[in-house]
T-cell receptor, first 111, second 119 residues
Framework: GNSVTQMEGPVTLSEEAFLTINCTYT??????LFWYVQYPGEGLQLLLK?????DKGSNKGFEATYRKETTSFHLEKGSVQVSDSAVYFC??????????FGKGNQVVVIP | DAGVIQSPRHEVTEMGQEVTLRCKPI?????LFWYRQTMMRGLELLIY????????DSGMPEDRFSAKMPNASFSTLKIQPSEPRDSAVYFC?????????????????FGEGSRLTVL
């Protein structure tokens, strides 16, 4: 089936540190891939996306590259800020307007 | 621009009571989704509508749950009777298609959610 797996557990790091959140997927064909972000008390919002292999999505200093060979779409940011504290969800689009979401990773950035 | 609007933001009720959650999608969007978020299961798609018609309700947990979309600007999710295990945050989201074709964008616009606590 179509699914997304994110690394377990919250991520706590200091301001200006490098952030990586792992995401791997299982899908038939070549789905579009997404990262959504959920700030406290809010709904999810699209952070970035990639629609085909080797595409790099980027937004607000975050980047993720669609790697077909490793079926991965890891999220990275070179220097996080306290305002990046949120829950991050990896997702894949598998047609008919349906997204499969990962379980999300809580990121806490300490000043 | 108004985003997806959900109400109530918080609801506390007792087991056995009826709960109705409401959603107003973004004007012009023709697909609407109801998701449930819990710590244990993460984000689950309950049902989605396209052009006010339910397309996939396979995620609705059981007959106690029902959803309607009487027009393009309003949808409800009802739980009757409610149980403590229904406690969760329920999100409504909408997206844009084009005529009868669902665009392959995957971008959903979420409301702020309705936090339901069933005692």
């Amino acid at each position: 089936g179509n699914s997304v797996t994110q690394m377990e557990g919250p991520v706590t790091l200091s301001e200006e540190a490098f952030l990586t959140i792992n995401c791997t997927y299982t899908a038939t064909g070549y789905p579009s891939l997404f990262w959504y972000v959920q700030y406290p008390g809010e709904g999810l919002q699209l952070l970035l996306k990639a629609t085909k292999a080797d595409d790099k999505g980027s937004n607000k200093g975050f980047e993720a590259t669609y790697r077909k060979e490793t079926t991965s779409f890891h999220l990275e940011k070179g220097s996080v800020q306290v305002s990046d504290s949120a829950v991050y969800f990896c997702a894949l689009y598998y047609g008919n307007n349906r997204l499969a979401f990962g379980k999300g990773n809580q990121v806490v950035v300490i000043p | 621009d108004a985003g997806v609007i959900q109400s109530p933001r918080h609801e506390v009720t007792e087991m056995g009571q009826e709960v109705t959650l409401r959603c107003k999608p973004i004007s012009g969007h023709n697909s609407l989704f109801w998701y449930r978020q819990t710590m244990m299961r993460g984000l689950e798609l309950l049902i989605y509508f396209n052009n006010n018609v339910p397309i996939d309700d396979s995620g609705m947990p059981e007959d106690r749950f029902s959803a309607k979309m009487p027009n393009a600007s309003f949808s409800t999710l009802k739980i009757q009777p409610s149980e403590p295990r229904d406690s969760a945050v329920y999100f409504c989201a909408s997206s844009l298609g084009s005529g009868g074709v669902i665009l392959n964008t995957g971008e959903l616009f979420f409301g702020e959610g309705s936090r339901l606590t069933v005692l």
